[in-house]
């Protein structure tokens, strides 16, 4: 009997068979600026006609699941907006997009003020602890958003809300849509691989144009040769955004200072803090200062490396030598190729960005259980890549994750995931989490790839959520736990037995010689000085200026930042470019070190194996799976069988 030769079409027939299916809905393709118009306008009618109906709903045991159908709703019809100005090509996309997120944030600061959904909420019934703190941290959002202040407070309230929105959303933009260029003539460019700077548009003058993101900043920071380079460089990234920004944090700042006060609070830090692990401003500013002690002596000696690393390049004596701010990064990578032999541009010939991408997910397959398949899938953007996750014992997809790995005009410049869908097993509802960074195409240094771990670790703590209701899935946990999952995962990319991993994703990728990797770590251990002062900088500055009675960010950044080893450079604005804290981690920025305490003990179950599959099935079931169905401390507590303590951060500090 002969064999049968499959046809062409049977063959892309069957293998789209075995391509899994997206297991919620797609992300829609916002085609025009009268497409987004009307997404928004059916979007709102729909929700209001949700809460009337809400409102009118009898309060019963179904209450809380119908309450979270509106989470459920909103996730489905704002989220998807929210997250396209961000990204989208089109400038009058964005700009539509963003009109429209003004139209949701009026709707949510009016839902968060509703008294009748307020007093139904504590009435609800509450089966179990699940749907207790379900309705506890949905009657601390309506509190928070000013529902039991007398009237006009109230009122006050909702148009400090709005506001800050608006104002928020244009700071970003500012920075989005900045296009900011720097010319350099080629030997300006000596020590930056032309891989950086060959294909970039020139001026009439016939100098090469380059941006401030990423691939383009860190490469000239790092490896410029050119001390004026280097300064240009840091001074337009360093004021990104500019004196508008400037303006932009004060009125943010002093309308946040404002809504504190309007709920009895002297400041907004302890209002904001105190729903959260630190719960007030006293307690986390007494944690950074036990940081402190820890960086300071360490700091003073790195700088002094550079000093001494700078005299030796330039062949000017010690004593006059002074280290600039855009000094510190590329004799910081000269010191450490000196005592490490450790250059990071060197790291890109084994970190192709898709290989390590896929090398990343591989990271999650082995150590959660689950598996990732790329699909072919129509998203904002040609580049934009589609992955369907499924559980890898039952086959079953169970999330969705969109990807956009580089950077182009108008897209979002830093690395982030926007938790688009959230995962509520009282529906079968999947989770859906997009992430969004921008990575030179030529390959990663190996810090570039701790940070795709990091975000792939948010967009995991979404997927991997299997949460009852969509309103506590995934990273809507206390905000000073939410980047522990992520920081976790950082320490990964040190271990010879993960990288080994790359080989598996891609075979025609060289093995990063361990030499390399243990260098690597040795460095690491070296820069902590700079890196955890830099940060305790960043914390300690947004705490102090949002306990000021009359904010000030330049002078209060220029005395802050001029108290540090490196001191201020008089002209910048490094907080016109810090939208972290112009958006949601205003007072809150602390939170990146508290979480890196927690992360770092939660890596101590993994210390026998960063691939064990058996702790990390438990990691999945005990701190991802639960979202914010149960307090951080008690996910933490039931993974590691005790209480969670900082002995293994200081631990490291003083390595």
């Known amino acids: 009997m002969k064999p049968v030769l499959m046809t062409l079409a049977a063959l892309l027939c069957a293998a789209a068979q075995a391509q899994p299916k997206l297991p919620a809905p797609n992300f829609p393709i916002f085609a025009s600026t009268t497409d987004v118009k009307s997404r928004c306008d059916a979007g709102l009618k729909g929700a209001k006609q949700r809460v009337a109906a809400l409102e009118r709903r009898k309060v019963d045991t179904g209450w809380l699941a119908a309450l979270d159908d509106l989470t459920v709703y909103l996730e489905d019809h704002q989220y998807p907006n929210d997250f396209v100005l961000n990204v989208h090509p089109d400038k009058a996309i964005r700009d539509a997009a963003q009109a429209c997120s003004l139209r949701w944030a009026d709707f949510g600061s009016s839902l968060g003020q509703n008294e009748k959904l307020y007093r139904a909420l504590q009435k609800a019934p509450k089966q179990d602890g699940i749907d207790a703190e379900f309705a506890r941290l949905a009657s601390g959002q309506f509190e928070d958003s000013g529902v039991a202040l007398p009237g006009p407070k109230r009122a006050r309230a909702k148009q400090i809300l709005d506001k800050l929105t608006e104002l928020d959303q244009q700071f970003s933009k500012n920075i989005r849509d900045a296009g900011t260029r720097v010319a350099f003539t080629e030997a300006e460019l000596k020590g930056v691989p032309a891989s950086v700077w060959e294909k970039a548009k020139r001026d009439d003058q016939g100098r090469i144009l380059l941006g401030v993101d990423y691939p383009s900043y860190v490469p000239v920071m790092r490896l410029a040769e050119s001390g004026d380079a280097r300064q240009r460089m840091w001074l337009a990234k360093t004021n990104e955004g500019g004196q508008a920004n400037l303006a932009l944090l004060t009125q943010i700042v002093t309308l946040r200072g404002e809504y504190a006060k309007l709920f009895g609070f002297d400041n907004y830090v302890d209002f904001n803090l105190r729903r959260r692990m630190a719960k007030d401003g006293a307690t986390a500013t007494k944690f950074l200062d036990s940081v402190t002690g820890a960086v300071n002596a360490r700091e003073k000696t790195e700088l002094q490396e550079l000093r001494a690393a700078k005299a030796q390049h330039l062949g000017t004596p010690l004593e006059q030598t002074r280290v600039e701010r855009w000094d510190a990064t590329f004799y910081s990578e000269r010191v450490k190729l000196q005592k490490f032999s450790v250059d990071q541009n060197a790291f890109r010939a084994y970190f192709p960005p898709q290989a390590s991408l896929e090398f990343s997910i591989r990271i999650i397959e082995k150590l959660m259980g689950v598996k990732y398949t790329r699909i072919e899938n129509k998203l904002w953007h040609d580049e934009a890549q589609t992955y369907v996750v499924s559980d890898a014992a039952s086959g079953q997809p169970i999330a969705q994750m969109y990807v956009d790995l580089y950077p182009r005009e108008g897209k979002y410049n830093h690395a982030a995931v926007w938790p688009l869908r959230g995962s509520a097993t009282r529906i079968n509802r999947t989770p859906t989490a997009a992430l969004v960074v921008n990575f030179d195409r030529s390959g990663l240094t190996l810090d570039e790839v701790e940070t795709l771990l ?150 101590t179950a993994f210390a026998a194996d960063k691939l064990g599959a058996d702790v990390g099935k438990r990691y999945r079931d005990e701190v991802l799976g639960q979202g914010a169905q149960k307090p951080a401390p008690e996910l933490v507590k039931a993974f590691l069988g005790r209480e969670s303590n900082s002995q293994a951060f200081f631990e490291y500090l003083k390595k």
């Open 454 to 603: 990091h975000e792939l670790g948010h967009a995991v703590h979404v997927n991997l959520s299997k949460t009852r209701y969509a309103a506590t899935a995934g990273t809507a946990v206390m905000h000073d736990f939410v980047e522990a999952p992520s920081q976790m995962l950082e320490d990964w990319v040190y271990d010879k037995d993960v990288l080994k991993l790359m080989q598996a994703v891609c075979p025609t990728c060289k093995p990063v010689p361990d030499a390399m990797v243990e260098q690597a770590q040795a460095a690491k251990q070296d820069g902590k000085g700079g890196q955890f002062g830099r940060q305790h900088l960043y914390a300690s500055y947004d705490l102090t200026l949002h306990q000021q009675a009359k904010p000030e960010p330049l002078p209060l950044w220029a005395r802050m930042e001029g108290a540090t080893p490196l001191g201020h450079v008089q002209g910048t604005m490094f907080p016109a470019g810090f939208a972290h804290i112009a958006g949601g981690y205003g007072a809150g920025y602390y939170g990146y070190l508290w979480s890196l305490v927690v992360a770092m003990d939660l890596r």
